[in-house]
């Protein structure tokens, strides 16, 4: 049973740094693509950030370039995305997602598996 969990997630002011992680379990890195996504109130659920499986390539949505950095521990199954210089419409629910299709179809948001989601709100 494949299993997703978020931590890392808290009150932050603007400018500052946040590292979230994302425990995963019943699946491996090398069969799923894996990446982050984020729902802020009244908006749609958007990526963020992905890794194709076996570290094949790293994407990033235009929003999260040069701020914020997505990374994985193979041994410890764990999924990063540390984020720096963040900005308040960065405050959402952040996910962890997994998917063992085309990295274009997690990409577009059609995925297997997400984790229960964690909040990030970023104050002014």
């Known amino acids: 049973q494949v299993q997703l969990v978020e931590s890392g997630g808290g009150l932050v002011q603007a400018g500052g740094s946040l590292r979230l992680s994302c425990a995963a379990s019943?699946?491996?890195?090398?069969?799923?693509?894996i990446g982050w996504f984020r729902q802020a109130p009244g908006k749609e659920r958007e990526f963020v950030a992905a890794i194709r499986r076996s570290g094949g390539g790293i994407y990033y949505a235009d929003s999260a370039k040069g701020r914020f950095t997505i990374s994985q521990d193979n041994a410890k199954n764990t999924l990063y995305l540390q984020m720096n210089s963040l900005k308040p419409e960065d405050t959402a629910v952040y996910y962890c997602?997994?998917?063992?299709?085309?990295?274009?179809?997690?990409?577009?948001?059609?995925?297997?598996?997400w984790g229960q989601g964690t909040q990030v709100t970023v104050s002014s």
């Open positions: 019943g699946l491996t890195f090398n069969i799923y693509h």
């Open positions: 997602a997994a998917d063992p299709g085309s990295m274009s179809t997690l990409l577009s948001g059609v995925i297997d598996y």
